[in-house]
T-cell receptor, first 113, second 110 residues
């Protein structure tokens, strides 16, 4: 069974640009969550999608957005990049809600210069 | 609110035991435990649902005290492979929204 796949693995962008990250969940999983991980802030919840609907949202500015497609693949977009957006972005997929385990992808390392 | 983990860091010798605690200011529906090694993705360890159950596999177990809104992860007879950062993630209402603690770094030395 293939795991969670995130692309690209590494990305370097310039301030002011926008970026799109992709996450393919485990086959059959309909929930995809996104997290930002930085040394100072730890794992911060961004948002969670289930069957193409955003069910939960964290405390991030509107520059961070996402969507989920009918095949459960999800994308995350960050517009007008700032230096502080440099982080490891992780997605996790699960079959259900908070009572089921979540599997993380390897992440996308975003560096904003 | 982010759950609080303690201790922040712990250093052990192989074979020693450790306990990592996770406390929340909110009532919890579930607690999830993950381990992350440097440069790798977090790996699922176990999930505990409200009801005060205890779970375990191999030499790693966990408990969940719903009333105290606390969970503890127990690592017995630690092995070198246990080194990493341990995170607890909490879900207040079976929403699928996991809020993680700041992590506990565990280092096991020979």
């Amino acid at each position: 069974k293939a795991g969670v796949t995130q692309t690209p693995r590494y990305l370097i962008k310039t301030r002011g640009q926008q970026v799109t990250l992709s996450c393919s969940p485990i086959s059959g999983h309909r929930s995809v969550s996104w997290y930002q991980q930085t040394p100072g802030q730890g794992l911060q919840f961004l948002f969670e999608y289930f069957s193409e609907t955003q069910r939960n949202k964290g405390n991030f500015p509107g520059r961070f957005s996402g969507r989920q497609f009918s095949n459960s693949r999800s994308e995350m977009n960050v517009s007008t990049l700032e230096l502080g957006d440099s982080a490891l972005y992780l997605c996790a997929s699960s079959a259900g809600l908070g009572d089921t385990e979540a599997f993380f992808g390897q992440g996308t390392r975003l560096t904003v210069v | 609110q982010q759950p609080v983990q303690s201790p922040q860091a712990v250093i052990l010798r192989e074979g020693e035991d450790a306990v990592i605690n996770c406390s929340s200011s909110k009532a919890l529906y579930s607690v999830h435990w993950y381990r992350q090694k440097h440069g790798e993705a977090p790996v699922f360890l176990m999930i505990l649902l409200k009801g005060g159950e205890q779970k375990g596999h191999d030499k790693i177990s966990a408990s969940f005290n719903e009333k105290k809104q606390q969970s503890s992860l127990y690592l017995t007879a630690s092995q070198l492979s246990y080194s990493g950062t341990y995170f607890c993630g909490t879900d207040a209402g079976n929403t699928g929204k996991l809020i993680f603690g700041q992590g506990t770094t565990l280092q096991v030395k020979p």
